[in-house]
């Protein structure tokens, strides 16, 4: 087989593969606000859900954010999009095992979600990162059916992005788009401290 023989198969197999896509372009009808979930043991969760955040503020879209458990952490995310105008709202207790105070956590956990609830219910604000949410129902910090419910009647346009591991099958089950994060090498395990602009 010559050069130009290779050139056209290979143009003719991208032509198949670009009719397929465009067909399911094409199919595509409803639009509506979307609910993420970005779950799983590898790291990068959180980074996918600013990274849409960052995607809609690029647009001119407006955003929040809300943070559940690492809220004593410096966060590169929030010193860059809080000077683009998105609010946070941080739990500010840290890691689980360090308050290691359920009662506090669980108080600190519902003070955010009452500020989340109003972003949920503001047909202003286009884009909700629930960040670390997961972890608020596997511990059972705040009541499943009332996160469900709020998020299942807020604004018809309005996209949510809830990270972090081990998702709630229910949680699963209501989302238009669930992704796994798969650990497969974390530099921490080899004992590496965590980097400033990679890992916060």
């Given amino acids: 087989m010559n050069d130009q023989d290779k050139q056209d198969k ?15 372009i094409a199919a595509a009808k409803d639009d509506k606000g979307l609910l993420l979930v970005i779950t799983g043991n590898g790291k990068g969760k959180s980074t996918a859900g600013f990274g849409v ?6 647009h ?3 955003a929040a954010v ?19 105008g998105v609010p946070f709202y941080v739990m500010k207790t840290g890691f689980t095992w360090e308050t290691q105070n359920k009662e506090t956590d669980m108080a600190a956990a519902e ?6 609830k109003k972003l ?9 990162l629930l960040d670390e ?12 059916d009332d996160v469900l419910e709020t998020i299942a009647n807020r604004p018809e346009g309005q996209h949510v992005v809830v990270t972090g591991r081990a998702a709630h099958r229910r949680l ?22 965590v980097q400033k602009g990679i890992d916060w």
């Fill in 10 to 24: 290979h143009k003719a197999r991208q032509q198949k593969i670009k009719e397929k896509v465009d067909a399911r």
């Fill in 53 to 58: 955040v960052t995607r809609s503020v690029g």
């Fill in 60 to 62: 001119g879209l407006k």
């Fill in 66 to 84: 809300c943070q559940f458990i690492k809220g004593t952490w410096d966060c590169g995310e929030r010193n860059l999009l809080e000077q683009h």
């Fill in 111 to 116: 003070i955010v979600w009452q500020e989340a």
């Fill in 120 to 128: 949920l219910n503001d047909e202003s604000i286009n884009t909700v």
């Fill in 133 to 144: 949410l997961t972890y608020m129902l596997k511990y059972n910090y705040l009541d499943i």
């Fill in 172 to 193: 699963i089950e209501i989302a238009d788009t669930v992704s796994e994060v798969q650990s497969i090498k974390h530099a921490f395990e080899a004992g590496i401290k």
